[in-house]
């Protein structure tokens, strides 16, 4: 069977008794993207996640993992599918190696002895491979979580905060895998993360969600151009509001009036017809800035600014 989506999802909810988690979540992955799954705390992403890999049943809609129906055919897409949901759990008193080879029997059948290397390798914990798992600092068993998700050799690997417990350096490190798997490989890498600055760097696409339903969806750089910001610096002559003139335009919304400042939400391309506007009414405009929007503003302009449980 062959979708172009890596991962579909249709109307896909969980409930739990009174509380939805995931409410009629519709998704669609291509092949070969990297892709960021967004929300807050307790939106639904991990409950979305458990579903997909089976974990959890869904309480209404449907899933396929390459093409292959959750429901109907779970076993044949998770052939393929690698994934690490939230904290992995390990046998402590083991090596991190005797885990791999446990988890992978498990799972697979046996597993040769070159695939736990190439999954070790590759995590770059080859060095500490026979220790015990409870020798291992958070930041290693991030890895382990890694190794063992890649054991199978997928064509899609599915994280849940992947980078979670990570120093700096293994945050890049891990971002630079990602990455290469998925231009070397072509591997489908699907993502959970709360950390916009790293999302936006590493992600084609991204769906935001919020309450268990998708309130943004598409590429990155799609989402943040058509949400420009403007920073205009106006000298308004008397009885002249340069406020109301530009919300006159279409799309611009008035974010904030500063000193000598007006700053808006406003499409880019809009820019000149907003100074022309200005202009021909006598206002002088110093300056007019275009600031890019970083994904972090337009997840909290979507998401709300509160915390929310
Ligand atoms: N087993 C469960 N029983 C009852 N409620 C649950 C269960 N698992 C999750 N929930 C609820 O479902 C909602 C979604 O939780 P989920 O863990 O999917 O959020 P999340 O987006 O992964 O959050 P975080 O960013 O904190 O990991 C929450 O309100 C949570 O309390
Ligand atoms: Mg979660």
Redesign the pocket.
Known sequence: MSSGLAIEATGLT?R??Q?V??DALNLAVPRGTVYGFL????????????MLVGL?RPTAGSASLLGHDIRRDLIAGLRETGAQV?SPAFVSNLSGRRNLEYLGALTLGRVPAALVDQALARVRLTGRDRDRVRTYSQGMKARLGLAQALLCQPRLLIL??PTNGLDPQGMHEVRELIRHLAAEDGMTVFI?S?LLAEVQQLCDRVAI?RR?QAVAEGPVAELLSSAGRLRIAVDEPDGVDAAALVAEVDGVQIVAREDGYLRLAAPPEQAAEINRRLVSAGVAVGELVIERQSLEDFYLDVTGREAQ?
């Open positions: 969980k739990f008794g509380r988690a995931v929300g807050p705390n307790g939106s639904g992403k991990t409950t979305t996640i458990r959890l939230e849940d905060e959970s709360h969600l268990g449980l």
